[in-house]
């Protein structure tokens, strides 16, 4: 069975501060792949990063990094200097290696930032 | 860039009635995917779709739920007798197959049973 365990259910933060976003995932596959999505108040699901399980090289875009261990079966996501547009519920999925390969979502985390 | 697309965006029907959710998959996509999300939840799993077949479905799929691939663009989701508990977001997916893990997610169809 999978799971994904999002323990932070809600971050306020003042604008221009950093932020992580933490997220802690269980699977027997051996082969994997994680994945953040943010849920702005519009409702839709904008893909941001998939990381590969036999990839632990972590990733920066912009203002955002992901920190990938697999040691702790943790996939942590860093804004840094966050934005007001970056207030929205950001879910971390997991996504095994079966053919059919559904996502297994976590409980989300609700991001505010404050001007 | 290619999107799948979802229509209608929202729906209101009367518990009983039976509703159908389509979605257009990114064309060259060979999985199909319905979620959904309970309004202030976590988006749950329900059905993938392919080569014409089911290959996997939650529990939350029983029998009240169908999936179709009428022709070569529309998936379908059918609720046959709605509940009130069937209001939700339902989110098609798509993803390209052997090698391309990403689930690409569509708008969604914001669904109101009264």
């Known amino acids: 069975a999978q799971k994904v365990t999002q323990a932070q259910t809600e971050i306020s933060v003042v604008e221009k501060e950093d932020v992580t976003l933490d997220c802690v995932y269980e699977t027997r596959d051996t082969t994997y792949y994680l994945f953040w999505y943010k849920q702005p108040p519009s409702g839709e699901l904008v893909f941001l990063i998939r990381?590969?399980?036999?990839?632990?090289q972590n990733e920066i875009s912009g203002r955002y990094s992901w920190n990938f261990q697999k040691s702790t079966s943790s996939f942590n996501f860093t804004i840094t200097a966050s934005q007001v547009v970056d207030s929205a519920v950001y879910f971390c999925?997991?996504?095994?290696?079966?053919?059919?390969?559904?996502?297994?979502f976590g409980d989300g985390t609700t991001l505010t930032v404050k001007p | 860039e290619p999107e799948v697309t979802q229509t209608p965006s929202h729906q209101v029907t009367q518990m009983g009635q039976e509703v159908i959710l389509r979605c257009v998959p990114i064309s060259n996509h060979l999985y199909f995917y319905w979620y959904r999300q309970i309004l202030g939840q976590k988006v749950e799993f329900l059905v993938s779709?392919?080569?014409?077949?089911?290959?996997?479905k939650s529990e939350i799929f029983d029998d009240q739920f169908s999936v179709e691939r009428p022709d070569g663009s529309n998936f379908t989701l059918k609720i046959r007798s709605t509940k009130l508990e069937d209001s939700a977001m339902y989110f098609c997916a798509s993803r390209p197959g052997q090698g391309g893990e990403t689930q690409y997610f569509g708008p969604g169809t914001r669904l109101l049973v009264l």
């Open positions: 999925a997991l996504k095994g290696n079966t053919n059919a390969g559904k996502s297994t």
């Open positions: 990381r590969n399980s036999f990839d632990e």
């Open positions: 779709f392919y080569n014409n077949e089911i290959s996997e």
